[in-house]
C-alpha cells in the first residue's frame, strides 16, 4: 500500500492483490480512518465458512456454465501442442500445430462471413494450452485461449504487414532460447526468419515498435496466398490486405504492435476467441467413427512442429570480411541477396573501402535506372546527393544550409542537390555543426543507403521516382563511426584489486557499449575485443585510420589508501573543445544512469587524447580502491547501467541530424 497524489493534489490509497489470483486483498478502514491492507491466501481463507444462500447461487451458476461448456463438440486423431518431447515450450519462438489451428480458425471465421480476408495473424502468447487430443468441449477451446479476446478484421498495407512479422521475429534465435510472446503464427501467408541477421527493428522505452529495422530484415520471403488460385505469391509492400486477428494485437496494439495503430477497421469486436476456435472445428467433416466433427490424422496439424509456414533458418552473410554481428551485415545481406551489389571478391564485401563511383551508380540504376553517373575511386557525399537528386527529377530545393559552418564548401553544380536532400532527410548534418559534402562513402554504408532506397521505392511513402508514384522521400542518417578503447590489456593488467584486474573490466563493459551502440545503428570499432595488448600510439592510429568520428576510451581508477573515495569523472585533451563537449556528455549521462558519484569533467595531456585526430574522452567508471565501487563495478548489472549511460552521452552529443 502507498499514498499517492491525483490530479486535484488529493491524496489517494494505492493498493493491489498481486496477481494470478494467488491472494484476496483486504483493506480495512478502522473507527479512527486508520486505512491498512494485507493479502489473503487460500490458506488464510480456509477456515471461513462460505455464506449459505451465496454459495447455493454460486454452485449453481457454476455447475450451469460447466454444462455448457463441457458439451462435446469435436475430435482430435491428431495431439495439438505446443510443447516438444522434452516438455519445453515451443509457441513463442517457432510455429506449432497449436498456432496453425488457432490462425486457420481466425480466416475461416471471417471467409465463413462472406468477407474478403487475405492473412490471418495469432501472437504466441495467446496460446496456452498442453497436449490436446480426443474429445473436445468448448472449456477445451478455453484452456487454448484463455483471455477471451475477439476477432477484428482491419486493412493494412504489405509494408505494415512485414514489420508487423519483423517484429514478431525480433528475439528469435538460432538454439530457440528466447521466448517471445508477440511472435506471430500465420495463415495464408508464409515467410521465413533469418536469425543470423541481427534484430535492428526500433522500439522505444517501454518496448513499443516505432520503426522498421535500420539494417536488413531479418523475416524474408514472404508469401501470400492467393485464395483464388491457391497460389502464393510475393507480398506487395505498396498492396492492401486485409488482415484477421484479435482486439489484442490488431486493435489495442498489445506486445507492442504499433504499426497497427491507425490501420482502417473493416469489423470489430465479432466474436470471442474460444467460440472462435469451436466455430472452426464444427466446420471439419463429421467422422462415421466418432460421429463428430475430426481433425484427421492426416491433415495439417499432425505435427507439433507446424505445416511449415514459418522457415528459420540461420544463414551468416557470405563473406568472410563481414562479421555475423557488425552494424552494416544486415544491409550486406539484403544487398547481395537483391542483387543491388556484389562483393569486391566472391569471398569478401571490402566493408570499409571506398565504394568507386561506377559500383554506386550501377547500385542504384538496378533501384531507379538513370543517365547520371560519377565516376572515380571514391563518391563524397554531394556526389551522392547529386545521383538522388537526379533520380528524384531534379526538384526544386529551398533548403537553408547556412546551419552548416562548412556549407560554403559545397561546389556550386551541387548547391541544390545538396539542399534538397538535406531537406528530404537523405543527408544529415554531424555532431559538429558540418555537413560534410567531401565524405567518403565507404562500401559499407553504401549498401546501407542502397537498401533503405531500395525498401523505400518499393514500400507506400517511398522516395519520388520519376517511375514511382510515391511523394515521400526515404530517410536516411549518416553511420557514425565510434572508437571504443577498452584501456589496457595483455601484459598491462592496470590497476589490481582483490584479484580483480582492471583490464578485466574495461573490456567487460567495452563488449556490452559496443552492443548498445551497434544496435543504435553506429559502426563500431573496438581497439580489441579480447585480452589482447596494444600501445597508446596504436590506439590513436587505429582511430585515425578508420576516420573515426568519436573516441570514446574506457578504464577503472584507483587511489591508493583511500578505500572510501568513490565516483565517476571524464577526461578531454586541454585544447580539444569538442572533445570536452563529449567529455561533459557522456559524464552527465552516465552519472544519470548509474547513481555514480560525479568527480566532473577534467582535461589531461593523456597520449589517446593527444594523438587521436577526433573528438575524443577518456572515462574512468569507478574507484577500484573502493571495495563498495568494485563490488559494483564487477557487478553485471551495474555494468550495463555504464554502458547505457556512456552511450545514451554518444548519442545525446552526436545529436539528432541537423
Known sequence: MEEVTDEGGGAVILTQTGSYLDAVGQLTIAADGTITTELLTAEDLSGLTPDPEVKALEDAWISEIDEQLGQVIGYAEVTLDNYDAEGSRLVRKQETNTGDFAADALYHLFDSMGMDVDVAVMNGGGIRNGAVTGEITYQTCKEIHTFGNVACLITVTGQQLLDALEWGAKDMTADGAVENGGFLHVSGLRYTVNTAIPSTVQQDELGVWTGGPTGGYRVTAVEVLNNETGVYEPLSLTGVYNLAGYNYTLRNLGDGFAMFDGAVNVLDYVAEDYMVLADYLQSFPVDEATGLPTISVGSQYADVNGSGRITIVHEPVGYADVAEGAWYAGAVSYVTANGLMAGATETTFAPNAP??????????????????????????????????????????????????????????????????????????????????????????????????????VLSEGGLALPNDSQQTAVQWERQFTVVIDPGHGGRQPGAHYSGVSEKEINLAVALKLEALLTARGYQVVMTRSDDTGIGLYERAELANAFGADLFVSLHSNAMANAPNFQGILTYHYPSNSSGAELAQSIQTAVCQVTGGTDRGVRSAD?????????????????????????????????????????????????GAPE
Open 606 to 654: 593523456f597520449v589517446v587524447l593527444r594523438e587521436t585526430d577526433m573528438s575524443a574522452a577518456l572515462v574512468e567508471m569507478g574507484y577500484m580502491s573502493s571495495p563498495g565501487e568494485l563490488a559494483r563495478l564487477l557487478d553485471a548489472s551495474y555494468q550495463d547501467k555504464l554502458a547505457q549511460g556512456i552511450a545514451e552521452g554518444i548519442a545525446q552529443y552526436l
Open 355 to 456: 565504394i568507386t563511383g561506377a559500383d554506386l551508380t550501377a547500385a542504384l540504376n538496378a533501384i531507379a535506372p538513370a543517365e547520371a553517373e560519377t565516376g572515380g575511386q571514391s563518391v563524397t557525399r554531394e556526389a551522392l546527393a547529386a545521383l538522388l537528386w537526379i533520380r528524384a527529377g531534379s526538384p526544386a530545393a529551398g533548403a537553408d544550409l547556412s546551419a552548416f559552418s562548412d556549407a560554403d564548401s559545397i561546389s556550386g553544380e551541387n548547391r541544390t542537390a545538396m539542399a534538397w536532400a538535406v531537406s528530404q532527410g537523405l543527408l544529415a548534418g554531424y555532431g559538429n555543426g558540418t555537413l560534410g559534402p567531401d565524405g567518403i562513402l565507404t562500401r559499407a554504408q553504401a549498401a546501407t543507403v542502397v537498401m533503405r532506397l531500395h525498401q523505400a
